[in-house]
């Protein structure tokens, strides 16, 4: 991850919003008494719903199992 002074940031935000949209990459923003992490929008949408999903209690094992069932032997119905 890449790291800049709030400095830097301040001086070049539109290039640095534009640029971490682009290629996902975060940015690490130090300043003197705190620092941030600046990412895509859709980066921390995703990183969201995988915290909420692997909150779930299971969640991750069942995901572990359906990656191991090969997609010929997948069922269209769900078992809700």
């Known amino acids: 991850m890449k790291t800049i002074s709030i400095t830097q940031a301040r001086s070049d935000i539109y290039n640095l919003v534009v640029s971490v949209a682009k290629s ?3 940015i690490k923003i130090t300043g003197k008494t705190a620092n941030v992490v600046l990412v895509a929008e859709s980066d921390w949408r995703a990183i969201q719903e995988t915290l909420y999903l692997l909150s779930i209690p299971g969640m991750r094992e069942s995901i572990v ?7 010929d032997q997948c ?6």
């Open 24 to 26: 996902h990459e975060a």
């Open 65 to 71: 199992d359906g990656l191991k069932q090969p997609l």
């Open 75 to 80: 069922g269209d119905d769900l078992d809700w």
